[in-house]
């Protein structure tokens, strides 16, 4: 399939649909759009390569909510057994 990020044409093939590849395709299209709104005069890659770091950012930071949730869940989980057992 194809898609449009930043004004080039990419041909994408994916195991997943092809609106979840138009989901990913827009959302680094947009952030791509949003650097470069803020940081004129930019290259592209340089444009790309801030998006790619927000976009590790913000995933990274994700992955530790997650984690923090994870852990109170295993800690609630213990306490129930122990009241249980």
């Given amino acids: 399939m194809k898609i449009k990020i930043f004004g080039k044409e990419y041909d994408i093939k994916g195991d997943t ?3 979840y ?3 990913v395709a ?5 952030r791509m759009e949003e650097i470069s709104k803020l940081a ?3 290259s592209s890659f340089d444009i790309a390569v801030l998006a790619a770091l ?4 913000e995933l990274t930071q994700e ?3 997650n984690k923090d949730y994870e852990k109170k869940a ?3 989980l213990l306490c129930l057994n122990e009241v249980l057992s």
Avoid: F, L, Q
């Fill in 17 to 19: 649909s092809s609106e």
């Fill in 21 to 23: 590849i138009k989901e």
């Fill in 26 to 30: 827009s959302s680094v299209n947009s």
């Fill in 40 to 42: 004129p005069g930019k």
């Fill in 54 to 57: 927000n976009i590790a950012d």
């Fill in 63 to 65: 992955r530790r909510v």
């Fill in 74 to 76: 295993e800690k609630s």
